[in-house]
């Protein structure tokens, strides 16, 4: 019988839910480029280059508490 381990990055999302607001502000973020792909061209490239920043902050933050967990053990 094989015992399947949570993935790390869902391991720790879980144990730090801060990080996952922070993926779904990055998430909201692009929907709101989109959104204003619609409507105006003008906003379409900030929004989806502060989505892009935005992940990746999120991304950053999370990769930090992975290696933050993998120490502590």
């Not at 399947?4 to 990055?9: D, G, Y």
């Not at 902050?57 to 933050?68: C, D, H, I, P, V």
Request: net charge positive; glycine share 6%; no cysteine.
């Amino acid at each position: 019988m094989s015992v399947e381990r949570p993935e790390p990055m869902k391991q720790t999302l879980k144990q730090h839910p801060k990080l996952l607001i922070l993926f779904f502000v990055s998430f909201g973020i692009g929907l709101l480029g989109i959104y204003l792909a619609f409507i105006d061209s003008v906003y379409t490239m900030s929004a989806v280059i502060a989505s892009l920043f935005a992940f990746g902050f999120a991304l950053q933050r999370t990769a930090k508490y992975m290696q933050r967990d993998e120490e502590k053990k």
